[in-house]
């Protein structure tokens, strides 16, 4: 069953989704989340997280809070 969704497009949404968890239920720094669910560079996790989610890791933070 094809979703029209390719398998990269499904990767970054299980990143997301686990970065989502890391944002919201650690008080690790947003450098620290992005090594440990796979970037080498905050700033590319960060440009995935805010297209994906419309906000930036830090702005999606400050709205748990």
Known sequence: ???????????QDKVIEAAKEKVS?????????????G???S??????FKLKTN???SEYRATLK
């Open 1 to 11: 069953m094809s979703t029209g969704r390719s398998a990269q497009q499904h990767l």
């Open 25 to 37: 239920g650690t008080v690790l720094s947003l450098s620290e989340i992005a090594f440990l669910i």
């Open 55 to 57: 906000f930036t890791p």
């Open 43 to 48: 700033q590319s996790f960060s440009r995935l």
């Open 39 to 41: 970037f080498e560079h």
